[in-house]
């Protein structure tokens, strides 16, 4: 039973850390875009960033909150390399938020099979909603 508990204890600190995570700024205050800036919050995840390369990055409008300040996310895929192996193109998101007088803040990315805090179908279900576009 203490082995339950304590696995439990674990996943709930890991889960108020990815929680806290998509809700924390990185940064706030920068004169580069905020494209150039989500993906230079991904780089910081890879092994060998300066190889890495980027396509089909779109910005996603999410939703407003109740101090009209704008949620979105930059999806896109990355290309990578760990161990001096390529492992090809691995999707990520950025949450950002926009504030009513143009400053942008740039939440910690979220990479599929790069940074391992998120299984799989966690982050095939969070990329549904958040990258996806419904039609």
């Not at 204890?9 to 806290?20: C, E, Q, R, T």
């Not at 760990?82 to 938020?97: A, I, S």
């Amino acid at each position: 039973m203490k082995h339950i508990y304590s696995y439990l204890i674990v996943f709930l600190i890991a889960l108020v850390s990815y929680i806290g995570g998509l809700l924390t700024p990185v940064s706030s205050h920068s004169k580069m875009e905020p494209e150039a800036r989500a993906k230079e919050s991904v780089l910081d995840l890879l092994a060998y960033p300066a190889a890495a390369s980027f396509r089909n990055m779109t910005y996603h409008s999410f939703r407003s909150d109740s101090h009209g300040r704008e949620i979105g996310f930059y999806c896109g895929e990355v290309f990578g390399f760990e161990n001096e192996l390529p492992y090809g193109f691995k999707r990520f998101f950025v949450r950002t938020l926009k504030h009513s007088n143009g400053d942008i803040d740039i939440s910690i990315p979220m990479a599929e099979k790069i940074d391992d805090m998120l299984s799989q179908d966690e982050f095939d279900s969070l990329w549904e909603t958040r990258c996806v576009t419904k039609k």
